[in-house]
């Protein structure tokens, strides 16, 4: 069983940074991939970026591409969301999901296919 804990949202002004990070508990494999998810009031969820554990497989969403980075630290069991220029639009619940499907081909960005899901860290981006 694997369990993810978020932390590090808050309050930030726009144009700043945060940093999100993961905590993973229980079995990890090079094959999974972890992805970071958010969704606004009223919005659905929506990918932001995935990689893969061995690190050989990011993705990125459009609207956040060269402005954040997902990493991950293998000894510490933590993946991490850099979020960099942010803006007010970056506000949502950001959550943090595990694919443990083994899968060689490009990182899962469907909701459906993560089966672990973290609680959430919310992020706020004032104007």
């Known amino acids: 069983q694997v369990h993810l804990a978020e932390s590090g949202g808050g309050l930030v002004q726009a144009g700043g940074s945060l940093e999100i990070s993961c905590t993973v508990s229980?079995?990890?494999?090079?094959?999974?991939?972890m992805g970071w998810f958010r969704q606004a009031p009223g919005k659905e969820r929506e990918i932001v970026a995935a990689?893969?554990?061995?690190?050989?497989?990011?993705s990125y969403a459009d609207s956040v591409r060269g402005r954040f980075t997902a990493s991950k630290d293998s000894a510490k069991n933590t993946v991490y969301l850099r979020m960099n220029s942010l803006k007010p639009d970056d506000t949502a619940v950001y959550y943090c999901?595990?694919?443990?499907?083994?899968?060689?081909?490009?990182?899962?960005?469907?909701?459906?296919?993560?089966?672990?899901w973290g609680q959430g860290t919310q992020v706020t981006v004032s104007s």
């Open positions: 990689i893969r554990w061995s690190g050989d497989s990011t």
């Open positions: 999901a595990a694919d443990s499907t083994y899968s060689k081909g490009p990182v899962a960005t469907e909701g459906a296919r993560y089966n672990y």
């Open positions: 229980g079995p990890t494999f090079s094959w999974y991939t």
